[in-house]
């Protein structure tokens, strides 16, 4: 995407991600998955500390919320590892891919 088609993304999403959470609540599935498609974002623009935050604050949620093999968990468990690579963050990323292994 272009710098600026990728700025038109990221302010659709946000928009979503507000109106789900007005919509259907903080602890909705697809409310928690607007807020990480956010974090996506930050990855595609290789903004990696405020995608592991978003990803991992979407992670904890889910986790609270709905059990560990559902699918969205364990997709966000395997870009957070991958994320955790690329920061040098090997152990933790490890934590990561085993989760995402065993909820599979």
Same mark, same amino acid.
Request: net charge negative; hydrophobic share 40%.
């Given at each position: 995407?272009?710098?600026?088609?990728? *700025?038109?993304?990221?302010?659709?999403?946000?928009?979503? +991600?507000?109106?789900?959470?007005?919509?259907?609540?903080?602890?909705?599935?697809?409310?928690?998955? *607007? +807020?990480?498609?956010?974090? !996506?974002? !930050?990855? !595609?623009?290789?903004?990696?500390?405020?995608?592991? *935050?978003?990803?991992?604050?979407?992670?904890?949620?889910?986790?609270?919320?709905?059990?560990?093999?559902?699918?969205?968990?364990?997709?966000?468990?395997?870009?957070?590892?991958?994320?955790?690579?690329?920061?040098?963050?090997?152990?933790?990323?490890?934590?990561?891919?085993?989760?995402?292994?065993?909820?599979?």
């Amino acid at each position: 995407l272009a710098c600026g088609k990728i *700025s038109i993304a990221k302010d659709a999403i946000e928009e979503c +991600y507000k109106i789900r959470l007005v919509e259907l609540g903080p602890l909705h599935i697809d409310t928690i998955d *607007s +807020y990480c498609q956010i974090g !996506y974002i !930050y990855i !595609y623009t290789r903004q990696f500390t405020l995608a592991m *935050s978003m990803l991992s604050e979407g992670f904890k949620v889910m986790r609270a919320v709905f059990d560990d093999s559902n699918e969205k968990i364990v997709d966000i468990a395997t870009e957070i590892g991958t994320l955790c690579v690329q920061l040098g963050e090997k152990p933790r990323a490890q934590w990561y891919f085993n989760f995402a292994l065993r909820s599979c």
